[in-house]
């Protein structure tokens, strides 16, 4: 009963995203393994792995996959490597999440890679996701439909061509990336200035006509508030490292205000 229950929370994660689950996420950056088994144990709905910004390299991916266990992770990708997207896939990540994708021609090529043929051009190998042989030809079968495509929109251009972008067949989810929009606009790390909520409005709004899910990155939950009204359903909270120090500093706090006479 309770494994059955534990497999459902992967299996149907790609369903419930584009279902349009609220679903939260934080950021990791870290490659400890028992920073990702804790966070997966948390209650979060899946894990941000962070393979663009963070310390994590490409043989960091299995030991944290196994660590993350039931909770979904998707993968962030260092710029739009393929072989980055194979490698993570095979891996048995639950999805990708490609970052500064400025046109539609970068979210198809992404498409492509992640997805087997007929739709893609992924390459057929034997990895962990085929359970290195065991479930070959099941994982075949699902992994078009159960692999997620996040493509972000982070720049001006990307924010130009959106329309185009969320028309590429297969792509899941349009993930904002708040702060290299306000650099690409000009107003680095203003994330709520008038000019970056403008262009996250935009993009909102391409996604609404087209039926595509919105992610969007906050470093706390108020700073998702705005973004979470207006219709965003997969919502990043933090990372691993904010988190960590947000807490200790709540402890200090709390200790500095007990000991005041
Ligand atoms: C950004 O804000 O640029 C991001 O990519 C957050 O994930
Ligand atoms: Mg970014």
Same mark, same amino acid.
């Given at each position: 009963?309770?494994? *059955? ?73 260092? /710029? ?39 739709? /893609? ?17 099941? =994982? ?43 650099? *690409? ?29 919105? /992610? =969007? ?45």
């Amino acid at each position: 009963m309770k494994k *059955s229950r534990k497999l459902r929370r992967t299996a149907g994660f790609a369903q419930r995203v584009r279902a349009g689950d609220c679903l939260i996420g934080t950021i990791v950056g870290c490659a400890s393994i028992e920073v990702i088994e804790t966070l997966a144990g948390t209650g979060l709905d899946w894990l941000f792995i962070d393979g663009e910004h963070g310390a994590i390299g490409l043989s960091d991916l299995t030991p944290i996959l196994q660590a993350a266990g039931t909770c979904p992770c998707l993968i962030r990708i260092p /710029g739009q490597d393929t072989v980055w997207i194979q490698r993570v896939l095979d891996a048995g990540a639950a999805g990708i999440i490609a970052p500064r994708v400025d046109d539609a021609g970068q979210a198809a090529a992404i498409v492509a890679a992640a997805k087997y043929p007929p739709q /893609g051009r992924r390459g057929v190998g034997l990895a962990r996701a085929h359970g290195f042989g065991l479930r070959f030809r099941p =994982y075949l079968d699902r992994a078009n439909t159960d692999t997620l495509v996040v493509i972000q929109a982070e720049s001006r251009a990307a924010v130009e061509n959106i329309d185009s972008i969320v028309a590429v067949p297969g792509v899941d989810a349009i993930f904002i990336g708040p702060y290299d929009l306000s650099a *690409s606009l000009g107003c680095t790390g203003e994330v709520h200035s008038r000019v970056v909520k403008d262009a996250v409005d935009r993009i909102m709004r391409a996604c609404r006509r087209a039926g595509k899910v919105v /992610g =969007y990155f906050s470093g706390d939950a108020a700073g998702a508030k705005r973004v979470l009204s207006r219709g965003a359903t997969l919502p990043v909270i933090g990372t691993d490292s904010l988190l960590l120090i947000g807490a200790v500093r709540a402890v200090l706090d709390q200790f500095k205000a007990m000991r005041r006479p």
